[in-house]
């Protein structure tokens, strides 16, 4: 069983196929992983063993029929818990939800279970997306599975962690301003964020409307490749997805070839407040790619280092919002509802009691921030970066086909080591957040290690709206040289975890 968790999605693939495995057995081996090692790493809120064996049991019949199958069909996979699933609890990782059983499911969830993919659980996360290190989950944070005393990224800790600790090939998360890719770069995984309205994001519980995304994650470039391939498309439920053609992303991850690329090096991002360790491994990387036949180009995006101040006052004006839904009437936790209280002391109560530190933290900055008297001084301006960052962007693309930088400035930081300090927390996304407020897609794949603690360090890919598939023709290059060099995943590099 410990050979079938540590196999990539695509080999599980080409084993079924072959009649080598099953999906029941593949799906048992990864439920038998959680019970193993979960109440270490605490990758899952919550585990649907008896979903995920019928699924694959279905998949299986449905192979030994000879019945068409998806590209990834019987392959099991961690879900963020920010996605709504018909009868499995989604919390978002707050008390507010605690209890809540949605009707439906999100579209993604529909496509993955079309797909004959088997949801082995839903992952925890910092509530409502709120974080970079899943520490903000009202169920507890995550742990890394490279060291159990760090975090795992957030706010898709969870989704990252069950793939680092072998407890699932595949996972979805969500990518508000960098929440697939900086967790991926710690955890030493995959992730990508989509071109804004390539996936769909109906059914899944908004955080910011205009920067939110879900994307795929995975351990390697062409298993992330294929669940983006399931995933995306058309969807006329999300007024914001996008008509066309799903980029050629499979095909990119099979090719791999920079071979005359130009690919940009963003002076903005990197240097001071970077630790040595990432930038060292970043530089070995452009090395790589020169190697490879690609031209580097230093370009400039002197608008990114505003971004993260635009980006801190949009985000909590969009969440003051959309979360004013959880009022404890409609759904959801309700506090204080003894017959002697007015609905509005009701609300009050709830809220409150529902909502952590980060949440209350970041829906008073974005009411302030929607004001009467401050809306133009602040959300209006932030809102003028953000169009300034966006041409930064154009102009950058008008000379590059891709741009790259550290996907994070460090490695894994201890559990609670910034917890308490939110403006030190909120640097992690430096990198990663000028991507949301342009749309643009970006991975972050596995390039090493730091020299300073041994911990992953992760390369950041950004390309143009819908040019998807340039992020992972670029991800496969790199992957495909450092795995020559390495001789093994870098996942194997990994202390193994109890119960292994």
Request: hydrophobic share 45%; aromatic share 6%; glycine share 10%.
């Amino acid at each position: 069983m410990t050979e079938l968790i540590r196999m990539n999605a695509s080999d599980l693939v080409d084993a079924m196929n072959s009649g080598d495995v099953s999906s029941v057995e593949i799906t048992q081996a990864h439920l038998d992983r959680i019970a193993a090692v979960d109440a270490d790493v605490h990758a899952f809120l919550h585990v649907d063993a008896a979903g995920a064996l019928s699924a694959a049991a279905e998949v299986d019949a449905k192979r030994s029929s000879g019945e068409s199958q998806s590209v990834l069909a019987g392959v099991p996979l961690g879900l963020k818990d920010i996605l709504a699933t018909k009868g499995l609890p989604t919390t978002c990782g707050s008390k507010i939800l605690e209890n809540w059983i949605p009707p439906y499911d999100a579209t993604v969830v529909s496509r993955l279970r079309q797909a004959g993919i088997p949801i082995l659980g839903k992952t925890n996360m910092d509530e409502f997306a709120m974080g970079s290190s899943t520490e903000h989950s009202a169920f507890g944070p995550t742990h890394n599975p490279w060291d159990l005393e760090r975090i795992p990224g957030g706010s898709g800790g969870g989704s990252s962690a069950c793939l680092a600790a072998f407890e699932a090939p595949l996972a979805i998360g969500t990518d508000t301003g960098g929440s697939i890719r900086q967790p991926a770069a710690v955890t030493g995984t995959v992730g990508v964020k989509p071109t804004y309205g390539g996936v769909s994001r109906y059914g899944a519980v908004a955080l910011a409307s205009s920067l939110d995304q879900i994307g795929p994650c995975a351990r390697t470039v062409l298993d992330t490749a294929l669940l983006h391939s399931v995933i995306a498309g058309y969807d006329p439920m999300d007024s914001t997805s996008i008509n066309a053609a799903v980029p050629a992303v499979v095909e990119a991850a099979r090719r791999g070839d920079v071979q005359g690329m130009k690919i940009g090096i963003v002076r903005e991002i990197g240097g001071e407040g970077f630790q040595a360790g990432v930038q060292a491994r970043f530089d070995e990387s452009v090395a790589l790619l020169e190697n490879l036949g690609a031209e580097i180009v230093e370009v400039s995006c002197p608008n990114f280092p505003l971004a993260l101040a635009a980006y801190y006052l949009i985000l909590p004006s969009e969440c003051s919002s959309n979360l004013a839904k959880f009022d404890g009437i409609r759904f959801g936790l309700r506090v204080g509802d003894d017959g002697s209280k007015s609905v509005e002391q009701v609300m009050s109560e709830t809220r409150a009691a529902g909502f952590g530190d980060e949440v209350i933290r970041r829906i008073i900055l974005g009411t302030y921030a929607l004001s009467a008297g401050y809306y133009d001084a602040y959300y209006g301006q932030a809102q003028k970066v953000r169009t300034m960052i966006a041409q930064d962007f154009t102009r950058a693309f008008e000379e590059v086909d891709v741009l790259i930088s550290p996907t994070a400035p460090t490695t894994a930081f201890k559990i609670g080591e910034k917890l308490d300090d939110p403006m030190a927390m909120y640097l992690n996304d430096v990198a990663t957040i000028p991507v949301n407020l342009a749309g643009l897609p970006g991975m972050s794949l596995p390039i090493g290690l730091a020299d300073e603690d041994n911990l992953p360090v992760g390369l950041q890919i950004m390309a143009p709206a819908m040019a998807d598939d340039r992020l992972y023709n670029v991800g496969a290059a790199i992957e495909r040289e450092l795995l020559a060099k390495w001789g093994a995943p870098l996942l194997s590099k990994a202390p193994e975890l109890a119960g292994a």
